[in-house]
């Protein structure tokens, strides 16, 4: 099994930055794929970026240029670099953790709450 926790989260005034860090354990070496994802109130989870083993990012339009994904293997922790946030980036932050050769995020987090005041 894989266990996440994320941690980052508070509230920032509009424009400013926030680091969300998630850091997994257990059976780690089965994890390909790691993703951000985020639930405001009364919305359904949204994916905000992920990122391979390898590197490779995708990003939600929304927070294109604003948000960089990240990850360090050797740490078993994955991170998103929020800056430039506003009102509407308002959410529980959920990390997601992809089982090798499956689809979609099979694992994940408790989630932490990034409130953005105006």
């Known amino acids: 099994q894989v266990q996440l926790m994320e941690s980052g989260g508070g509230l920032v005034q509009a424009g400013g930055s926030l680091r969300l860090s998630c850091t997994t354990s257990?059976?780690?070496?089965?994890?390909?794929?790691m993703a951000w994802h985020r639930q405001a109130p009364g919305m359904q989870r949204e994916l905000v970026a992920s990122i391979t083993t390898d590197g490779r990012t995708n990003y939600a339009d929304s927070v294109k240029g604003r948000f960089t994904v990240s990850r360090d293997n050797a740490k078993n922790t994955a991170y998103l670099q929020m800056n430039a946030l506003k009102p509407e980036d308002t959410a529980v932050y959920y990390c997601g953790a992809r089982r090798i050769f499956n689809t979609g995020y099979n694992y994940w987090g408790r989630g932490t709450q990034v409130t953005v005041s105006s």
């Open positions: 257990g059976s780690v070496s089965i994890i390909s794929a």
